[in-house]
């Protein structure tokens, strides 16, 4: 079965702080892709990072950072100096193939993070 | 990465009618997908959006609840048919390439009274 948990629901930090959102993933592929995605308070889901299941190597982009380790299926995202602009709902998906052979994103719950000024 | 938009942006809708959202992406793109987001939740597949063929759809969807049409490469629309308070939520069209990144249209707020 295909899964994604993230066990945090709400997070809230105040400004400046680091912060790490977990995503746990669960699938039977030797291939797959991960994602991030966040979700501001307008609705949009904006793409954050795609990491195939090959490249175990940590990416960093400014204040964002992810550190996927398949060994205990993990893809975790760290906000460095965190800004309240990075408040939104934080959505880990994986890529996984459908019934029908097509392939889909499977979402976790979500992580609403909040950041206090 | 395609850009994707999505109308409307939102709406009102009386109980036993229906809605047609509209997804248009500025390229080619190979997959189409609906999604819903019911109020405070993650995100659920519906269906994916075949072009010139039926959609398929996820289970616990169904066609004639939830009809879909992709007449080419660039262009969806799904229809919330005979509407209920439950069909409230955020409705999302993704698209991209298979095997790359998918992005979102902004998604329509459905609110059915």
């Known amino acids: 079965a295909q899964k994604v948990t993230q066990a945090q629901t709400e997070i809230s930090v105040v400004e400046k702080e680091d912060v790490t959102l977990d995503c746990v993933y669960e699938?039977?592929?030797?291939?797959?892709?991960l994602f991030w995605y966040k979700q501001p308070p307008s609705g949009e889901l904006v793409f954050l990072i795609r990491?195939?299941?090959?490249?175990?190597q940590n990416e960093i982009s400014g204040r964002y950072s992810w550190n996927f380790q398949k060994s205990t299926s993990s893809f975790n995202f760290t906000i460095t100096a965190s800004q309240v602009v990075d408040s939104a709902v934080y959505f880990c998906a994986l890529r996984v193939l459908s019934n029908f052979g097509n392939e889909k994103l499977t979402f976790g719950t979500g992580t609403r993070l909040t950041i206090i000024p | 990465s395609a850009v994707i938009s999505q109308k409307p942006s939102r709406d009102i809708c009386q109980r036993g009618t229906s809605l047609t959202i509209q997804c248009q992406v500025d390229s080619q793109v190979t997959m189409m997908f609906w999604y819903r987001q019911q109020p405070g939740q993650s995100l659920t597949l519906i269906a994916t959006?075949?072009?010139?063929?039926?959609?398929?759809?996820e289970s616990g969807f169904v066609i004639d609840k939830f009809p879909i049409s992709r007449p080419n490469l660039t262009f969806s629309t799904l229809t919330v048919s005979n509407m209920s308070p439950e069909d409230s939520s955020i409705y999302l069209c993704?698209?991209?390439?298979?095997?790359?990144?998918?992005?979102f249209g902004s998604g329509t707020r459905l609110t059915v009274v």
């Open positions: 699938t039977r592929d030797t291939t797959y892709y």
């Open positions: 990491r195939n299941s090959f490249d175990e």
């Open positions: 993704s698209a991209g390439r298979q095997g790359f990144g998918y992005t």
């Open positions: 959006a075949n072009q010139g063929s039926e959609a398929t759809y």
